[in-house]
């Protein structure tokens, strides 16, 4: 079956640490990754895009890396603050027989920088 | 710029009426979308519109209608709510081409409760 897993339902971090949260997928031939932040009573932000075929982006204190061999993007938030506290969603687009499908959500991590 | 509006913010109906959710978006999007999201589901799909005039089901469209009304506006309508449709409903908007082509914008969500 194909699927999206955000291996952590919850990460606590210290305050200046580097963040990491993982995303895997499974059966799936992705066109591109992003990245959201979602805070609570709020809908989801976006934060960053990666294609098939990077294997790094990078958007000030933000890095996410892609690799299709390991089917897997990793989130960095380094220098964490508490201001960064969020649920954090991976969302995959899929290609469909040469052509782009819908995004596909993760199911969250729920990041929290503790002072 | 108010981005994707949503209406109404909060909504409790009983079992077998009927509502309409109404997103509208001033960004001259092509798509619209419309996501549920449930503890521990994640956000699905329900119905996507990919330009003025179409509209398709997504991942889990039972239960649903929707309207692609204008460029501007798409709407969500439950016939005969059931309290499996208790959830956070979310719209979210997308161009087509340009620099922000393959991000979407979210609305605040509507938290419909179904008793």
């Known amino acids: 079956s194909q699927k999206i897993e955000q291996n952590s339902e919850a990460l606590n971090i210290q305050e200046g640490k580097t963040a990491t949260l993982t995303c895997n997928y499974t059966n799936y031939s992705p066109a591109y990754l992003q990245w959201y932040r979602q805070d609570p009573g709020r809908g989801p932000v976006f934060l960053l895009l990666?294609?098939?075929?990077?294997k790094e982006k990078r958007k000030e204190r933000l890095k996410v890396t892609f690799d299709t061999t390991l089917k897997q993007s990793l989130f960095h938030i380094t220098a964490s603050q508490p201001a960064d506290s969020a649920t954090y969603l991976c969302?995959?687009?899929?290609?469909?027989?040469?052509?782009?499908?819908?995004?596909?959500f993760g199911k969250g991590t729920k990041l929290s920088v503790k002072p | 710029n108010a981005g994707v509006t949503q209406t109404p913010k909060f909504q409790v109906l009983k079992t077998g009426q009927s509502m309409t959710l109404q997103c509208a978006q001033d960004m001259n999007h092509n798509s619209m979308y419309w996501y549920r999201q449930d503890p521990g589901m994640g956000l699905r799909l329900i119905y996507y519109s990919a330009s003025e005039g179409t509209t398709d089901k997504g991942e889990v469209p039972n239960g649903y209608n929707v309207s692609r009304l204008n460029k501007r506006e798409f709407s969500l309508r439950l016939e005969s709510a059931a309290p499996s449709q208790t959830s956070v409903y979310f719209c979210a908007s997308k161009a087509i081409g340009g620099f922000s082509a393959n991000e979407q914008f979210f609305g605040p969500g509507t938290r419909l409760t179904v008793l």
């Open positions: 990666i294609r098939e075929n990077e």
């Open positions: 969302a995959l687009v899929p290609y469909y027989g040469g052509s782009q499908g819908n995004l596909i």
